[in-house]
Structure formats: C-alpha cells, structure tokens
C-alpha cells in the first residue's frame, strides 16, 4: 500500500503552471511569494493554490508566503525533472523537427538521443547532430539505450504500432502527437497533446465571446 | 445580463473530448449510446458526463441513451463547429508548417487563408496553395479579409507583437504555439498550447508510476 496522497489529474495539469510562474519570478529575481501574489499571476485562488501546494507538504509559511527558489526546486522534484530523460522522436517530418528544434533549443533535459522515420530520403541525415534511423531498428535501439521516452509524430495510422514498438522496447512513457487515443500497458505513462481538442476550445470560446457582446 | 449557464473552464476541456469520441462511434457506425458506454470509453464517470451534457439541454432520454449523430452535431454546434473560420498562421518554421499541414490534412473548418513570415528566403514561397507574405503586410491583410483567427508559431521573443498586430486587425481569437503567456483583451480569446506544460506533465506520471512499482 501506497502512503503517498493520490494526485488527482487537475494537480497534474496545475503544477506545470505553478513552475512556469515561479521560473518568470526567479527571471525577474523576485525572492518571495505570496498565495494572493501567485492567484493574481495565475488566476486560480490563492486557497485552491495553498491546497494544491499543501497536497505535497509544508512549502509556505503563514504571514510569509513561499521563497520562489525553494518552491521552484520543490515543485521541479514532484515532477521528475530533477534528472534528464533520454528520448527517441518517431516521424521526422515537419511536426517531428519541431519538437526536436524545441528541446534542443530551450534545453529542457530532455534529451533527443535518436531520430527514427520510414522514409529513405530522410533516414541517414542529421538534425541537431542526431542522426535520423529507421524505424525498423526502433525497438531494439531502445532497447539498448535504454530510452525514456517516446515521442511520436507520425500521423494517426502508423501511432499505434509505433507505440507497440516503444513499449517493447521499453520506454517509460510516450509523449503522443498523432491524433489518435494510443494504448499502452498501465506502467507506461502517456500523454497526448490533442491538437484538434484545444482548437476547438478555442473556437468555443470565440463563440462564447461573441454571444456576451451580442447581448451587451 | 445573460440567460444562458456559466460554462466552466474544466467543462470546455471535456466537451472536445465527447466530440472525439461520439466521432470514432459515428465512423463505426454506432448510434445510440449510454453514459456508461461513454464513461468507459472517456474515463470520466457516467454521472459527470450526464451532469456536462445537461448543462446545453435535454440530449439524451433516461434508460435509452443518447442519439450519437444528434449529439455530435449539437456539440458540434455548442463548439461553434458549424461554421467555417478563416486563419492565418504567422511563423512559417516546422511547427507554422506542421500545423498548416495539419489543418489542411484533416479538413477540419479552419482555412488557412495567409500564411507570414519575416524572414525573405521563405517569404514568396508556397504551401499547399497558399503563399508565404511578408509579416509586415499582417495587420492589413487580417482586417481586409476578416480573418477570425490568427495562429502563432513565432518564437517567444516576437509572440507578444505578432498577437498585438493579429489583435489590431480584428481577430477573434488566437492559437498560441509560443511558450509565453500572451496579452489579449477580453473579447479575443487566446488559447495555448504550452508543450513544456505537456511534457512536464508526462514528466510526473513517469515518477508517479515508478514510485507505484517499487512500492510493490
């Protein structure tokens, strides 16, 4: 039995932002945070902020708030991201080069190991000094590397046998592009970004906006 | 003042996930379905997707289910799916590209109308029909065509002036690809997409679900 508090999936998605917030305080050299501060940045309540905090231990002080650097480095270490992750990009096109350009720019410890694609015009060339593989040798090359994480940027036919490949050889989660919903076995974490999901939130809301200003 | 209920923002997060699924049931052929079957299949209890679906109306009747054609089409409408919207994307690197291929591929009712860039080796191009213009030319261009939204795949540095000229030509929304936190005014709605969200997200549920296994 586990004594960890369960982490519900709201938490999950909030504590991102909570880091995201507190590394632009650390950028601007601000040393201490209040709740309300934190609630007027990122507009959840400042007692749903205390709460979500609380879940993972003792971080603020009443009357006080939070120091940003300790917060930040605590908040780093509940995600995992106090170690780097080796990962493998599947699908080379221009949806894969960008992931791959935006790891490796913004350096985030996540670390492209291989490139793998099934187009032979693509395979043998070099992208951020990693060279792009068959996908033929995928899941023995994760395998040997012992490869973290997958990244899959295929479209929606090839994802799941791209993902069987993965978890064969594997991988500890798959970070999902194709818009397709993957299974995968319950001890590899998945995470998809459902493009067409947040595209249509977004036209939600536009349709939102414009009936208040109709009603205005 | 408005009649209509408050939508919450977890809800508009949910809304186009019964899209997606309604849609596979639509492609199989399936047309009636329960809240239980969909609570299996979405994973959120049959009583939260009941409570979500009585927030727009009446859709489904007690001990029959819910009409899957008749509920796609009415959150297609809930989602303002049932019009088209004219898009421009700015930034025309792997991402703009990935997401202009996307758009295309998928024929989804958001037409790319223009695409923009500053850089002039790009600019003059053409991708799948439309051509590359100078990011100069933007605001005109978006307040000549009445283009309801403005995609951003700009880096972070040029995020915030590429929204504030989109904004100044009328948009009405923005898709923001940028890893910062964009300024709109309130009537334009402003959906991101921030990756690193994503990926620190998937980040904690690796070391969620490797804590699990040792403690077993």
Known sequence: MSNKPKVSNAIIRRLPRYRRYLGHLQTRGVRKVSSNELSEMIGYTASQIRQDLNTFGEFGQQGYGYEVDKLYKEINKILGLDREYKTVVVGVGNLGQAITNYT??????????????????????????????????????????????????????????????LVAGGVRGIWNFAPIDLVVPSDVALESVHLSDSLHALSFMIKSKSEQAAEK
Chains 1, 2 share one sequence.
């Open 104 to 165: 490796y720019y913004y350096k985030i410890g996540f670390n492209i190991m291989g490139l793998f694609d099934i187009n032979p015009k693509i395979i043998g060339n070099w992208i951020n000094d990693v060279e792009v593989m068959d996908c033929a040798e995928l899941e023995e090359y994760v395998r040997r590397e012992n490869i973290d994480i997958g990244i899959i940027c295929v479209n929606r036919e090839n994802a799941q046998d791209v993902a069987d490949k």
